[in-house]
């Protein structure tokens, strides 16, 4: 498991930050955790260039992230049949997003909760 991964329940140990994913880890990390079960880089791939709009990527891109991830131990990469390789996750949405917003609260924020959601309040999204 990721020395760095601390899971979300309560839990007395003192959490540390998982490292924020760049854009394209984190378009691929939000497809596997919609999905049911595990996906192959093929699937992937597949789903993500038809994607309206969306930017088409190279099958060894894909794969390059997704077997960057399981070494960074986001996912698990098992063998399957022939030359497929299944991923799974290993550190699931909430615990990702719960641990890097409470980095943003200890690091930006020096832990000022109220701060932060005055600031987050503020925010108008435009998407």
Known sequence: MNPLYQPTPN?????????PLGPLQLRVMQYIWKSEGGCTASQVHTDLN????????AYTTILTVMRSLAKREYLNQQNSQGRSHVFSVLIG???????????????DFRNDKTKLLETLDSIT???
């Open 50 to 57: 038809n994607v309206p709009h969306a930017p088409q990527l």
């Open 11 to 19: 839990t007395p140990q003192k959490k540390l930050q998982i490292e």
């Open 125 to 127: 999204c435009q998407y």
């Open 93 to 107: 949405e909430e615990d990702y997003c719960t641990n890097i917003l409470a980095g943003v609260l200890v690091n």
